[in-house]
């Protein structure tokens, strides 16, 4: 058993994510910034925290990790604002990469999203781009880190029912995945080295999620 921390726990895959980690027998701290959200947390068999990361320095999110194996980055400001998407998105996501660092935990996997990068394209004037900029500049904090990193990269997102199947690697265009098999991706590379300090973009496919990732 570990215990993982999961960043944005009221959120569509993680609260399948933390249910999954759950079932497995680790103990999650699922993370979110609304105390409406409790009871729904619970039900996951999660350990409820309430915590706006958007407001906390590096230091108090270092005090909140503490004692966690690993940390699992699904939050997001949800679109709309740009400063509050920079905010959350972008600084949010680098100030906890940073306490992970300081709290000496090792284990880092980030929700980001297919094509994310640098290149991503995205015309300035579009209202995907502060988006795109934000995980673009957190994705490249993590892996510029010390800590064993996984970016995750789904297509569009669904809310499909899991299929346990997915398909990556070269030759994979974008596509579209459901929530719950991105929550399955994530609880299979949390624990697993050789997705160490790889970017996996992924869509719904036929190969199972531990042959396709492994």
């Excluded at 400063?83 to 660092?101: F, K």
Aim: hydrophobic letters at 40%; proline letters at 5%.
């Amino acid at each position: 058993m570990s215990r993982i921390a999961v960043i944005g726990g009221h959120g569509k895959v993680a609260l399948q994510l933390t249910r999954l980690l759950a079932e497995e027998g680790h103990q999650v701290s699922s993370f979110f910034r609304n105390p409406a959200h409790i009871d729904d947390v619970v039900e996951t068999g999660a350990e409820p925290v309430v915590a706006d990361f958007e407001e906390l320095d590096t230091a108090a999110i270092a005090d909140l990790l503490k004692g966690h194996h690993g940390v699992v980055w699904t939050a997001g400001a949800g679109g709309g604002d740009p400063a509050r998407t920079y905010a959350v998105d972008q600084d949010a996501a680098i100030r906890t990469i940073d306490a992970a660092e300081i709290d000496g935990i090792k284990r880092f996997v980030m929700v980001s999203y297919y094509g994310a990068g640098r290149q991503h394209g995205v015309a300035p004037d579009d209202s995907f781009y502060a988006y795109a900029e934000a995980k673009a500049a957190a994705d490249e904090h993590l892996r510029s880190s010390s800590l064993e990193w996984t970016v995750l990269g789904p297509s569009r997102l669904t809310l499909d029912p899991p299929t346990g199947l997915i398909e990556t690697g070269p030759g994979v265009v974008k596509g579209a995945v459901g929530r719950a098999d991105v929550a399955a991706v994530v609880a299979q590379v949390l624990h697993q080295p050789s997705t160490h300090y790889r970017t996996i973009e992924f869509n719904n496919g036929a190969t199972p999620i531990a042959d396709a990732i492994g």
